[in-house]
């Protein structure tokens, strides 16, 4: 079941969404070589104390951190730990929520640690893209299946390729609500998107195949093929003015992250 937010719900998700947007900012300020991922998790950490949120991934489904911080060939969830330090040239994926006052916002971006290959900036850009052009579609009377397959042709355009077992999702009282958000499908279909509908869309892109598996810990996705992969996501409101980014300042502009 969708379940669709009054405009002060969407202001109370704003407010959470501006402490994810914070904090993500901050810990890309601190992205340098030898950073340690446990202390990117501190400082989400001490951001969202200092805002009277809860990390909402913490103890989610007994996942330990507070951030995912993923490295390279890392997809998403990678847990965050004093041993795991980025090095000049990787890329750092960095996927954070928050839970304030029973609302919940959620987002991630991927940045250059130091100087990189074109090869990899190429795919952090096409991957912010195909955010961007998912985002375009939002509005009422668009079709779920309009925003999933804008986001899939950008990507494959780019001869990258979309993740299949994970996908975006509602959100609101709850971090994951229906509907799924899938990153790949076709335009015209699915559920029409209605006003005060809340849709976290979150690409996960990778420079070679689409496959990834789960390592043993339980959590970290990596690619099969051991290819480089990128993560952005937003939280976004469907509104009669078109998409409302909760988990970024309202007048933000240019690109998305
Ligand atoms: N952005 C991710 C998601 O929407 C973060 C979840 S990590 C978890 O599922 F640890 F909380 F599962
Ligand atoms: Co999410």
Redesign the pocket.
Known sequence: MVVCKSPAELDKMHRAGLIVWGALEKMRAMVRPGLTTKELDECAEAYTAEHHARP??KG??G?P?SV?ASINSEV??GIPSPSRRVREGDILSM?F?VELEGYFA?A?LTVPVGKISPARQKLLRVTRESLERGIEKIRPGNRLGDVSSAVQEWVEKHSFSVVRE?V??G?GTK??EDPQVPNYGVPGQGPRLQEGMVL?I?PMVNAGGPGVRVLDDG?TAVTEDGSDSAHF?HTVAVTSDGPWILTRPRDAVGPCW
Request: hydrophobic share 40%; aromatic share 22%.
């Open positions: 909402a991934f989610y489904r996942y951190g995912c998403v969830h996927d929520g959620d991630a994970f975006g999702h959100i971090m994951h976290a979150e959590w996501e």
